[in-house]
C-alpha cells in the first residue's frame, strides 16, 4: 500500500494532497519528518503570478523515496479496477494514468540515472585533472534513460493529488476498503493496554556509555529515568531506538546504573513503568 518524501530538489517539490486525502502506507510507521505546503499554479497573467498559497492540514508523501514510486505504481495498477464502482469516467482516468507513467519515470528511472550520470560525471573531472584514458578528454552529456512515456505537462503529480482527491475520495463508491486498498488511509493501528511496559536491555555502547536499547511498539515513544546513585537522578524522553545515556562515573570508578521505562502516549500522558534494570558503568 502507498504514498510519497520531502526533499529540496525539483522533483521533491512534490506536495500533498487536499483535504480529506490521507496517504498512508501499511508498512510506514509514519514516523519523520515530512515537507509541508502546496502549490496554486494557476496565474492571473505572465507579468502577474498570483499568490501561491499554502493548503490546511496538508497530506504528506512518504519521506523516502522508494516508498513513493511503490504508491504511484499502486495507484496506476489498481484505479482502473474502480472504474465501474466508484465509478470513475474513462478519459480522466487515462489522463491520469499518463500523469502517474510520468512521475514514476521521473521518480524512478530518470531519477536513478542522474544520480549514476552524477558519478561517472565526478570520475571524468578525476580522470581530466589526473589522467585516465589515452586521447583527448570527452566530456559527458547525460543520456535519458530508455522508457520515458509519452509526453505530459509540468504538474503531473500535482494533477495526480488533484483528480483523486475531487473524482476518487468523492465518488459514490468510494468506501474505507477501497481507500485502504490504494493506499489512501491508513490501516488502524491496535490500541496499547494500559499496563503495558517498554521492553529494552542494555548495553555498552561507544565511549563505555551506556545504551538503552528499546522497542517502539505503537507509542509515541518513551521516558526514561536513571537512578545515578550518589551524581543524583536524570530523566529524558525518546521517540527514535535507541538511547545513549550521556554520562559517566569519574575515571576509573564503578558506579551501578538503575533504568526504567514508561511509554509516551499520543495525549501526552506516561503509561506504566517498568521494572527498574540495573548496569555497572565505569568511567574512562
Known amino acids: 500500500m502507498p504514498v510519497f518524501p520531502a526533499r529540496h530538489d ?20 509514519g514516523s519523520g519528518a515530512w515537507d509541508a505546503g502546496t502549490w496554486d499554479s494557476d496565474t492571473l497573467s505572465a507579468a502577474t503570478p498570483k499568490p501561491k498559497k499554502p493548503m490546511k492540514k496538508p497530506a504528506r508523501l512518504p519521506t523516502v523515496i522508494g516508498n513513493q ?7 496506476k495498477t489498481k ?42 560525471a565526478y570520475a571524468r573531472v578525476d ?22 512515456p509519452a509526453a505530459a505537462a509540468y504538474g503531473c503529480l500535482q494533477r495526480i493529488f ?3 482527491a475531487n473524482k476518487v ?12 486498498d490504494l493506499g489512501l488511509k491508513q490501516p488502524a493501528t491496535p490500541g496499547m493496554p494500559p499496563a503495558a511496559v517498554p521492553d529494552f536491555t542494555l548495553r555498552l555502547t561507544t565511549g563505555d556509555k551506556l545504551e538503552v ?32 545515556l550521556n554520562w559517566l562515573p569519574a575515571a576509573s570508578v564503578s558506579a551501578i ?12 500522558t506516561t503509561g506504566a513503568w517498568s521494572d527498574w534494570k540495573q548496569f555497572t558503568l565505569t568511567g574512562a
Not at 465509478?87 to 514514476?104: H, K, M, R, S
Not at 580522470?127 to 522508457?147: K, S, Y
Not at 528499546?214 to 538511547?243: C, H, M
Request: charged content about 15%; aromatic content about 10%.
Open 10 to 29: 525539483a522533483l521533491a517539490r512534490i506536495h500533498p494532497f487536499p483535504e480529506p486525502l490521507r496517504l498512508a502506507m501499511p508498512w510506514d510507521s
Open 69 to 75: 514510486i511503490v504508491c504511484l505504481q499502486n495507484l
Open 79 to 120: 484505479l482502473p479496477g474502480y472504474v465501474a464502482t466508484l465509478p470513475l469516467v474513462a478519459g480522466e482516468l487515462t489522463v491520469a494514468q499518463l500523469d502517474l507513467d510520468n512521475a514514476i519515470f521521473a521518480l524512478d528511472a530518470y531519477r536513478g540515472g542522474i544520480a549514476t550520470f552524477t558519478k561517472a
Open 127 to 148: 580522470e581530466a585533472l589526473q589522467g585516465g584514458p589515452a586521447g583527448n578528454i570527452v566530456w559527458l552529456p547525460f543520456p535519458t534513460p530508455a522508457g520515458a
Open 162 to 164: 488533484t483528480y483523486i
Open 169 to 180: 475520495q468523492t465518488a459514490p463508491g468510494y468506501t474505507d476498503a477501497i481507500a485502504l
Open 213 to 244: 536499547v528499546w522497542t517502539k511498539g505503537p507509542s509515541e515513544g518513551v521516558k526514561l529515568q536513571f537512578n545515578l546513585g550518589t551524581a543524583g537522578t536524570q530523566e529524558d524522553i525518546d521517540t527514535r531506538p535507541n538511547y545513549t
Open 257 to 268: 546504573i538503575q533504568v526504567r521505562l514508561a511509554f509516551l502516549l499520543k495525549d501526552g
